[in-house]
């Protein structure tokens, strides 16, 4: 078994693992970030890159060569129902330099950041590498196992960030107990091309289905959301009724489906989970990201939330690291404090304030959600809407 030695190890090459890895490398601390694919390109990952990711990219000095990576930029969310469009948030209202959400690959942000991290002698990434537990002394976490092509691994480390997402090994390795929630609906995601100068509102609903479409230059990423459980229903109902339904939203999409969806293999199912740890730690290790608190897509907010986690872990613990100490069970527990308000209240928005947002049978259609006609009746609320998804509470900042 070939063993390595680090300060730190960071299971999962996600938003939180990578941004963390390299902020910790840029303090001195030596960082191993262990991904288990070979490369960052997987479909249907989210790809929101929200105006407090984009603060923190410019606060470390690289926005102007972040930005010339191919991206489309969002500065509304519109909500299209049988009552009419409905404006839901208003960026451009924000403060900041960047008061919109840049629809981006996360495959191409994934591979700056590891591009960012190549370039310090502090940071390793290891690919095809995947972590399968963790290595203890007692009752403290003392570093992972991974398997390889080469064959097994042990990476020794003074602390394990765990940032293996929402199906994570190292928090079911070490026990901690998950307190879950319920999830509000399932979503299909599947693509279609995109016409040049084709434009279309963010959200739509339908009857027992809403509609999500993302800009993605040359195609239309888009989520077809359906009751929580009702995957086999859908398919039970055929391809005809899941075309019939998107093409309601936008008739031209008719003779694309044909073409382009023919058959299961091309729709995706994400089976969305709502929940998060009550503890996130054990001495040795933190869970942050997915690995800590699940979220629904909705909004886009988990990438947003990952990478705020990883900023404060990398601020709060990187001191500690870099002057040879393994942080303390207070100081584990003091980065939870810092970041459980912030999940807490988009976990209670996701499941509660915006249950009627998402569909409850295949019959009954939203004329209008209860936060659509909020916000339509009071419009200067568009800015604390935006405000919430876009910047969230408690914003982190590098230091």
């Not at 209202?93 to 700056?112: C, E, K, N, S």
């Not at 239309?220 to 359906?226: D, F, G, L, N, R």
Request: positive net charge.
């Amino acid at each position: 078994m070939q063993t390595l030695t680090s300060r730190c190890v960071v299971v999962g090459g996600g938003p939180a693992g990578m941004m963390a890895g390299l902020l910790l490398a840029r303090q001195g601390v030596d960082v191993t970030v262990l991904e288990k694919h070979g490369d960052f390109l997987r479909d249907f990952r989210g790809d929101t890159v929200h105006p407090s990711t984009l603060r923190i990219i410019e606060e470390l000095g690289m926005i102007d060569e972040f930005l010339r990576i191919p991206h489309s930029k969002v500065s509304t969310i519109t909500v299209q129902t049988p009552a009419g469009p409905t404006v839901f948030a208003d960026f451009a209202r924000i403060r900041g330099t960047h008061p919109y959400i840049a629809f981006m690959p996360q495959w191409d942000v994934l591979d700056f950041l590891a591009r960012k991290g190549r370039e310090l002698d502090t940071f390793r990434l290891l690919q095809k590498a995947e972590a399968t537990g963790v290595v203890r002394e007692g009752d403290r976490v003392r570093g992972v196992r991974a398997v390889t092509p080469d064959g097994p691994l042990e990476v020794r480390a003074d602390l394990v960030l765990a940032a293996d997402g929402r199906h994570s090994a190292m928090r079911r390795s070490v026990g901690l107990p998950v307190s879950a929630s319920a999830a509000p609906m399932d979503v299909l995601w599947f693509r279609l091309s995109r016409e040049p100068g084709e434009t279309m509102s963010f959200l739509h609903t339908g009857p027992g289905f809403v509609l999500v479409t993302i800009d993605r230059g040359e195609y239309w990423q888009i989520a077809y959301v359906i009751p929580q459980g009702a995957y086999e229903t859908v398919r039970a109902e055929g391809l005809d009724r899941l075309h019939a339904d998107v093409a309601s939203v936008h008739g031209p999409f008719a003779a694309r489906l044909g073409r382009e969806i023919t058959d299961w293999d091309h729709v995706k199912l994400l089976s969305v989970r709502v929940d998060r740890l009550r503890t996130w730690h054990r001495p040795g290790l933190l869970c942050i990201g997915d690995a800590a608190h699940a979220m629904s897509p909705a909004g886009g907010v988990g990438i947003n939330l990952a990478v705020q986690d990883a900023v404060a872990a990398a601020r709060m613990l990187g001191p500690v690291l870099r002057a040879g100490r393994t942080p303390d069970r207070r100081e584990l527990a003091a980065v939870q404090r810092r970041r459980s308000l912030p999940v807490r209240a988009v976990q209670t928005a996701q499941v509660h304030m915006l249950a009627d947002l998402y569909p409850k049978d295949r019959r009954t259609t939203v004329e209008r959600p209860l936060a659509a006609r909020v916000v339509r009746r009071f419009p200067f609320l568009t800015r604390w809407t935006a405000q919430f998804i876009g910047v969230g509470l408690r914003p982190e900042h590098v230091d």
